[in-house]
């Protein structure tokens, strides 16, 4: 038997909080709604808790891949109080979702206008010039809609939040965006991202590790689904000694190709050297079952297994 739900506005917005982070999407976004109906019930005007339970329902929308309501539920707080952040970077996350590059970008901006310090809306205003100046040419610009002025006052309300409530903020939108963003890439910058990538694996060849890592870097700029980058980059920080840095790579390579063998002999020798001998063998059993043959992966896991016993 389903437990009973509150009566009340506020306690209805805290359990469909806590259902979101248990990862109930559809529940919470279905206790949202129905704070959201016995809000508008009353009869009285309550904006911006209104506008709240609309902006974290669609939340659970963009989780559950729902991009249209998504959309459809950040529009609706975004009238209620305009220039609201976290509408505007889950809808403009949801639009990118569903390819609609040119509304992607205007959102994007109209954040920047807001506070141009939102590192998720910088990155996105990358991403967006990068494609639509591949789609529709140089006057891309020319036939984007136009990005509306953010009054003064929407800008000191946002700078007013503390700090550290900013910051939160857009941790959030950044995890919540993370399963749904494309990641866009467009021909020419995959052409970029190779030509980067061989120039490091030349400059790893001459031993100038330091150098090859700002190549592979400016390689993930312009293209991040490369698994063999981040692999290689995790090489160079091994031989610099920079094993937390090597483990990230690592992972990051094997997010993208789970059979990536070099990544989980990569991240075993940095977790050895930071002495995170369970994790390290880990790695090298993972390997193992790929390559049951692998000499240096059989020689790896003898040593990490004497240092765990």
């Not at 005007?45 to 506008?51: F, R």
């Not at 529709?136 to 009054?151: A, C, F």
Request: charged share 30%; with cysteine.
């Amino acid at each position: 038997m389903a437990p009973k739900l509150p009566d009340n506005v506020e306690a209805l917005r805290v359990a469909g909080n806590e259902s979101f982070r248990n990862g109930q999407y559809a529940e919470a976004s279905a206790i949202y709604g129905r704070a959201l109906r016995m809000l508008q019930a009353r009869g009285s005007s309550h904006p911006e808790e209104e506008s709240v339970l609309y902006s974290n329902r669609a939340a659970c929308h963009l989780k559950d891949g729902n991009c249209r309501d998504c959309i459809k539920d950040c529009t609706s707080a975004l009238a209620l109080v305009p220039f609201g952040m976290k509408p505007l970077l889950r809808r403009a996350s949801a639009y990118e979702a569903l390819e609609k590059y040119h509304l992607a970008y205007v959102d994007y901006k109209t954040i920047l206008q807001i506070d141009d310090n939102v590192t998720s809306a910088q990155e996105g205003i990358n991403r967006m010039t990068r494609v639509l100046m591949d789609s529709l040419g140089p006057e891309w610009r020319m036939k984007l809609p136009s990005i509306p002025l953010v009054p003064l006052s929407a800008q000191k309300r946002w700078n007013s939040s503390p700090s550290e409530n900013r910051r939160d903020i857009e941790e959030s939108i950044s995890k919540e965006t993370a399963s749904t963003k494309s990641r866009v890439s467009s021909a020419g910058d995959a052409e970029r991202a190779r030509v980067l990538k061989e120039e490091g694996n030349e400059l790893v060849k001459k031993g100038n590790h330091k150098k090859a890592i700002e190549k592979y870097s400016e390689s993930l700029l312009f293209s991040n689904l490369e698994s063999a980058t981040y692999s290689n980059r995790a090489l160079c920080y091994l031989v610099l000694k920079q094993y937390k840095e090597a483990v990230k790579d690592c992972s990051e390579a094997l997010k993208l190709d789970s059979r990536n063998v070099k990544a989980f002999y990569r991240r075993a020798q940095a977790y050895k050297a930071l002495k995170d001998y369970k994790s390290s063998f880990a790695d090298i059993s993972s390997l193992l079952q790929i390559e049951p043959k692998n000499g240096p992966a059989q020689k790896l896991r003898q040593e990490v297994k004497q240092n765990l016993n």
